[in-house]
């Protein structure tokens, strides 16, 4: 049985969750529930639990803040809950954290439990709680944080930027980063096109996402050269914005 814990300041918002876990999720067992979060870091730092719903957006404590209050070493995982999709989820998409948009949808909260059941550690690296919060500040300056890429064997922490393709693998992803490193990530290719910032990247076929500054001539039997030499297919519908991004430079 995993042991939840729910921080959040609306009390319709708790029970609610509690409701739709206990229907949908019997391997969920709400032990406590917190509307003030303080009364949660405090309980938090004495007992253990596997698993925290944590909402973002709160007053006095946001969720991060809560992360903080907690410290580094955190001994179990979470699922951020807010009913924004703005200020904080792309630090958190970044870090490869978990979030639900409220109102919570059953299907998204048991992919989420099944994915917390499904994962070898269940508790989050301080490496990537510090990944997250240096986001969080990122992201409060108005700059682009940096993202996890998480395979079963390791999480790295790369610069967008750093990203040269991303191409489809089935279920997976090949990420080719500078330098001519690869990783093979557990996300599909359409996780990444959600998760890069499309002011860099551009899905120019149904199987390859590239980021525009390589991208460095297009030959008229349609694909485009990248800057390590690569070529890469460009589909029909996206060619002429591809011809743009060479015409604007």
Not at 73 to 95: C, E
Not at 133 to 161: C, T, Y
Request: proline residues 4%.
């Amino acid at each position: 049985m995993i042991k939840a814990v729910i921080i959040d300041d609306e009390k319709d918002s708790i029970d609610t969750l509690k409701w739709k876990l206990e229907n949908y999720c019997p391997d969920v067992s709400v032990i406590s529930s917190f509307e003030k979060p303080a009364d949660g870091v405090s309980y938090l730092k004495k007992n253990p639990i596997d698993l925290l719903f944590l909402d973002i957006e709160m007053p006095m404590l946001t969720g991060f803040d809560v992360l903080e209050e907690l410290g580094r070493d955190i001994s179990f995982d979470i699922i951020f809950i807010t009913a924004y999709d703005n200020f904080g989820i792309q630090a958190v998409k970044f870090s490869a954290l978990d979030y639900l948009l409220k109102p919570v949808q059953n299907k998204e909260l048991k992919e989420a439990i099944d994915k917390h059941l499904k994962k070898t550690q269940q508790k989050i690296p301080s490496e990537q709680i510090d990944l997250l919060l240096n986001n969080v500040q990122a992201e409060r300056k108005g700059k682009r944080g940096r993202i996890a890429l998480a395979s079963k064997e390791s999480i790295e922490f790369v610069d967008p930027n750093d990203i040269v393709v991303c191409e489809a693998n089935s279920n997976y992803t090949n990420v080719y980063l500078v330098e001519g490193r690869k990783r093979v990530i557990s996300k599909t290719l359409k996780d990444f096109e959600e998760l890069l910032p499309p002011a860099i990247f551009l899905r120019i076929h149904k199987s390859y996402i590239v980021n525009r500054n390589f991208i460095i001539n297009y030959l008229k039997k349609g694909d485009v050269v990248l800057s390590d030499d690569a070529r890469i297919p460009v589909s029909r519908r996206k060619k002429t914005e591809v011809s743009n991004i060479l015409l604007n430079r």
